[in-house]
């Protein structure tokens, strides 16, 4: 069963906004992470969190964890259309593979 | 250079045919993936090998069967292919199968059977 629920399914803001999505999980995990998806291609992997970690940057992003209540942040500062995509949260529950959800489709028009 | 590469990129087929879409990685990894993405994006993982050895199979049909000749090929073989096979495959890779680790993927080959 899917593990992940990615939160709004879309969002569309303009370039130079920042944009939020959000993760919520159900069991206990290992690490979060999150891919990113342009039309058409394959998944890139954007960073990982562990669970005792509770916040992470990575240049215009910055992951949060809150593993009291089984969620994740993504925030993508001042975007651009290049941002344009959909991300995916993936979570390690256990000894166990990847499990994603289903995907927040961002969209940054110029 | 390509580390994950899936050929071919499309694969527009009949039903009922046989079909096979490969993988390869040059990243040294242990573990291969395939995973199936629906046209809801939903992305479900069907197989895993670690080392040319089975360690996850999901829920899939037995017309599906994956195969390792070494440990940077993972192979898909669908036999009999359904109207529901369509949908894209991913293949991926990871350095160990364990805990969540970072996983790379492909482009994924576009299934359309008709």
């Known amino acids: 069963s899917q593990q992940g629920e990615e939160d709004p399914q879309a969002l569309s803001i303009q370039e130079g906004e920042n944009a939020t999505m959000n993760c919520s999980y159900k069991?206990?995990?290992?690490?979060l992470q999150w891919y990113r998806q342009n039309s058409g291609r394959g998944l890139v992997h954007l960073i990982l969190i562990r669970s005792n970690e509770r916040e992470k940057h990575s240049g215009r992003l910055r992951v949060t964890l809150d593993t009291s209540k089984k969620s994740s942040s993504l925030l993508i500062t001042a975007s651009r259309a290049a941002d344009t995509a959909s991300y995916f949260c993936a979570t390690a529950p256990g000894y166990s593979t990847l499990t994603f959800g289903k995907g927040t489709m961002l969209l940054v028009s110029p | 250079d390509t580390a994950v590469s899936q050929t071919p990129k499309y694969l527009v087929t009949q039903m009922g045919n046989d079909k096979s879409i490969k993988c390869e990685q040059n990243l040294g990894h242990d573990t291969m993936y395939w995973y199936k993405q629906d046209s809801k994006k939903f992305l479900k993982i069907m197989f895993s090998?670690?080392?040319?050895?089975?360690?996850i199979n999901e829920t899939v049909p037995n017309r599906f069967s994956p195969k390792s000749p070494d440990k940077a090929h993972l192979n898909l073989h669908i036999n009999s292919l359904e109207l529901g096979d369509s949908a894209v495959y991913f293949c991926?890779?990871?350095?160990?199968?364990?805990?969540?680790?970072?996983?790379?993927f492909g482009p994924g080959t576009r299934l359309l059977v008709l």
């Open positions: 991926a890779s990871s350095q160990e199968s364990a805990l969540g680790e970072t996983q790379y």
């Open positions: 069991t206990s995990i290992n690490n």
């Open positions: 090998y670690n080392n040319k050895e089975l360690i």
